[in-house]
Structure formats: structure tokens, C-alpha cells
């Protein structure tokens, strides 16, 4: 494994580590509505007792979590794999009975998969295998694919809109941490803030022409947030960030300068990972080129292959691909 793929499979580790259900933001709820909640469900409906269904690139286990949701008398059994360290909260919740129906294996990657030959009836993957080597992953999913199994997937779609919320995302996220930006300035902030907590601290600041001259420019950069926001597009992470600033700052006053300046690291390091995942996200998007040599290496396995572009209320999603039997 290449030093890329460790950084992606520890970004991703603290990703699922948060416990956020899944990777599509706020827009959707755990267990999906909308046009992808259709796709999963049609494709969880024709699953036989004694069949098995495999998850590629699961993260916390979303679609097995539909899955179970959609077919909760179903006792067909579900693996989840990722090579991230998945360990998803919500499996403690379950009912035994449910408990036993689901395997989810972190630290696994789909190039080469712990399992025998031909065993799966249902081959899934949510915005996940065209993030791996999926010439090598999509061979492996046919590998272990049963006789006249089937494959769902939704890919990401190069002209998505998640994809060019990603795109908006990553120039806001460029933005607040650009040199002397939002996020550099509020570091500097962080040792007047904890003086300020005190009459004798605030007597230095009034005399501290640096510190008032920090401030000035930190007053500057909010002005200009403030002007961003009024036409941003995909705003989230702009006023998520004023708002932990915000935090920072009453941190430092009633903590002091190291707890001010751990709180802002933190925000500093999410914001990178964040660039990372959605820098990713648009690199791994299926154009229709590749989205045509994603198909044919399904088709590879015997299977009738197609992808079809999925939206839901006027906006695109990604690529529902379906792969079939041939009769
Ligand atoms: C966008 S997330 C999708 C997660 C989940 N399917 C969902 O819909 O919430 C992409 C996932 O792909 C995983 N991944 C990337 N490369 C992989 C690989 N080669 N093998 C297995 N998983 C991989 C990442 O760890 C990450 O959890």
C-alpha cells in the first residue's frame, strides 16, 4: 500500500470516527429518503432469506443500515468492507437477531477481499468502489459475485451536484486557510483573547500596538467573511468556521492560551482532511468516458451492464449502476 492510500485510510478513520452516518453531508437522514432511498430499496426488494449482499467501501455501514430498515424480517446476512477503521456506534444498538445478519470488516480494501469465490447474490457500493483501483476492485467484486448475482451501484457523476458543491466547499476551505487568512489570524488572536480575561491584560492590550494592529486586520478578514457569505454558494463551512473561531476565542479567555491554540489546530486539521475527502470526491467522479469503461469491466463478468444518471428534485447525484444477468 502506498503512503496515499495510509494518509486516505487514516482520513477516513477519523471521518467514521466522528460517527457521522455517511458521506452526503446533512442533505439525508441515516436511513435515506429521496431518489437514492428508491434505488437501495428496489434493489433490496427481490433479496431471497438465504441470500448474502456485500457492501463496498461501506463507511459506518449506511446501506447495510437501509438494508435492514427496508427488509428488517429479511434474515439475508450483509458484509460491509473499508479500508478504513470502521467500527459503527449504531451495530451496538441492534436487536441480536439483527446484530447476526451483519459482518462490517474495517481495514479492508476492496482490491483484494477476504472472501471465497462466488458467494454474494447482491454486490453493492454507495459513492465508494470508483474511489478504489476499481479495474482491480470491480474484478474482485465479480470474483466473489454468486452465479446470476447482481451489482447496484451509485457512483459519483463528474457533472453531479455533489461534485460542484465539492468544488465550492474546497475554495471557501482554500480561502479561510490561505496565508494570513481567517484561520491564521484567529491563531494570532488567541494570546491577546487570553489576556483579555484579565483588568491587568486588557491595561497591556490598550498600550499593545502589534496586538491592536492584529486585531484590525482580524476585524478586516471577518468584514470580508461576512461579504463572501452574502454570495457563497455551499456557505456551511464558512459559518461553520466563524462559529469555532468564535469558540476558540472563549476558550483562550477562560482556559488560557494552550487550550485556545489545541481548539484552533483542531479546526485547522478538519479543515485540511475536509479538502482531502472532496478533493478526492471530484477526482474519482465517472465522466461519461470512464463511466463507459466502468460498465465494460462489469460486463466482463457476463453481466447485461448500464448506467443511467440519477437525480433527485432537479439535481444530479451520480450514476446508478445496474448489472444483471444476461437472461
Ligand atoms: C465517500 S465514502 C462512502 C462511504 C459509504 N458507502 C457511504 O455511502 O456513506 C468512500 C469510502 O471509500 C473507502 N475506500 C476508499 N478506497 C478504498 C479501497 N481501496 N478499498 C475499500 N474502501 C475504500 C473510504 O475509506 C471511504 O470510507
Redesign the pocket.
Known sequence: MTSGADE??DL?SRY?ATGIP???GTTYEATYGGAIGTFWREAFSTLAPVDRVL??????A??PRLLLSARPQLPAACDA????A?DPDWLRQLEPQQRQRLHVHGG????SLPFADGVFSLVI????IE???WPV?IAEALRVLAPRGRIRILAHHAESRPVMLAGHEIEHTDWLLQHDGLVDLAAGMIEPMARSASAQGRASLATDAAANQLRQRFNDVQTALAARLTTAQCPDVLHEVRDWVAQVFRLATTGGVAAGTQALDQIRRGLVDSRLRLTD?RRHALDEVTVRQFCAAIGQGGLHTTAVPLSDQGHLLGWAVCAEPMN
Open positions: 486516505r485510510r477516513w467514521w455517511h458521506s452526503c457492501d463496498i467501501a461501506t463507511g459506518n449506511a446501506l468492507v473499508d479500508a478504513a470502521v479492508v480494501r476492496a482490491e457500493s454507495q459513492y465508494g474511489y478504489t483501483d476492485a470526491l
